[in-house]
């Protein structure tokens, strides 16, 4: 009799031992799997910040007549620098406004004020009734680095694409002389309607201005330059 209950004594304790140990693996599995998914999600966070960053400050721009009726689109951003926030975009998005049209913000229907156009560069500033924007970036990528474009191609809802710099090319359009001489190629897609779209390092910060696809490969996008982009900006931000 004692050796039963001894035996059924072992027995429970060995069974106790098991569940207990058990429960004990399961928690540091789960404690394992909850701190993997929280690696995963701060590794999917840190690199999806420059869309998050971007996507909000980023505008549909709409060009419509006197009568008000929709002539085309493109895409602007809110930008800020040395705490003043404009519009970006680019000339050929504002120039209809020398001949009449309108530029209107899709998402609100406002009517935009354009202050200045570029005589040298594809490039636009306008008003913005923001307080904040975008930053600029304090230096350009290097040639292999990854971007990002946010923009509203076909006037379809906002589209972020990653790509990479390609290099920097020469008289590209030497008939357009609007447009930058030395002006980036990007390996990214853009489509009519990116046209002042914003182009970022990883980071969300602005490193360039789409306004072109290249015409001899639909995979590639032309910026505008940091560098005169950032001359533009240094000569217009204080504009009123």
């Given at each position: 009799?004692?050796?039963?209950?001894?035996?059924?004594?072992?027995?429970?304790?060995?069974?106790?031992?098991?569940?207990?140990?058990?429960?004990?693996?399961?928690?540091?599995?789960?404690?394992?799997?909850?701190?993997?998914?929280?690696?995963?999600?701060?590794?999917?966070?840190?690199?999806?910040?420059?869309?998050?960053?971007?996507?909000?400050?980023?505008?549909?721009?709409?060009?419509?007549?006197?009568?008000?009726?929709?002539?085309?689109?493109?895409?602007?951003?809110?930008?800020?620098?040395?705490?003043?926030?404009?519009?970006?975009?680019?000339?050929?998005?504002?120039?209809?406004?020398?001949?009449?049209?309108?530029?209107?913000?899709?998402?609100?229907?406002?009517?935009?004020?354009?202050?200045?156009?570029?005589?040298?560069?594809?490039?636009?500033?306008?008003?913005?009734?923001?307080?904040?924007?975008?930053?600029?970036?304090?230096?350009?990528?290097?040639?292999?680095?990854?971007?990002?474009?946010?923009?509203?191609?076909?006037?379809?809802?906002?589209?972020?694409?990653?790509?990479?710099?390609?290099?920097?090319?020469?008289?590209?359009?030497?008939?357009?002389?609007?447009?930058?001489?030395?002006?980036?190629?990007?390996?990214?897609?853009?489509?009519?309607?990116?046209?002042?779209?914003?182009?970022?390092?990883?980071?969300?910060?602005?490193?360039?201005?789409l306004f072109a696809g290249d015409p001899r490969y639909n995979t590639e996008g032309l910026l505008v330059p940091y560098e005169d982009f950032l001359r533009f900006v240094k000569g217009t931000y204080?504009?009123?």
């Amino acid at each position: 009799m004692q050796k039963l209950i001894k035996l059924t004594v072992l027995s429970v304790a060995f069974i106790i031992s098991i569940l207990f140990g058990y429960s004990y693996s399961y928690k540091i599995d789960q404690e394992r799997n909850f701190n993997k998914l929280k690696a995963a999600q701060e590794a999917l966070i840190k690199s999806n910040i420059g869309k998050y960053k971007v996507a909000p400050h980023v505008i549909k721009i709409e060009i419509r007549d006197a009568d008000g009726l929709l002539r085309g689109s493109g895409t602007g951003f809110h930008m800020t620098y040395k705490g003043i926030t404009k519009i970006y975009t680019n000339l050929h998005i504002c120039e209809p406004t020398r001949e009449g049209f309108n530029l209107h913000d899709a998402s609100t229907g406002n009517k935009l004020r354009v202050i200045y156009i570029s005589t040298n560069h594809d490039l636009c500033v306008v008003a913005s009734d923001r307080k904040e924007g975008l930053s600029l970036a304090d230096k350009d990528i290097e040639n292999g680095d990854r971007l990002i474009l946010v923009g509203h191609p076909r006037g379809l809802p906002l589209t972020i694409r990653e790509g990479f710099k390609v290099a920097n090319d020469v008289d590209i359009y030497p008939w357009l002389g609007y447009l930058p001489k030395n002006s980036v190629i990007a390996a990214v897609v853009a489509y009519p309607g990116n046209s002042g779209s914003p182009v970022t390092n990883e980071n969300g910060d602005v490193i360039g201005v789409l306004f072109a696809g290249d015409p001899r490969y639909n995979t590639e996008g032309l910026l505008v330059p940091y560098e005169d982009f950032l001359r533009f900006v240094k000569g217009t931000y204080n504009l009123r």
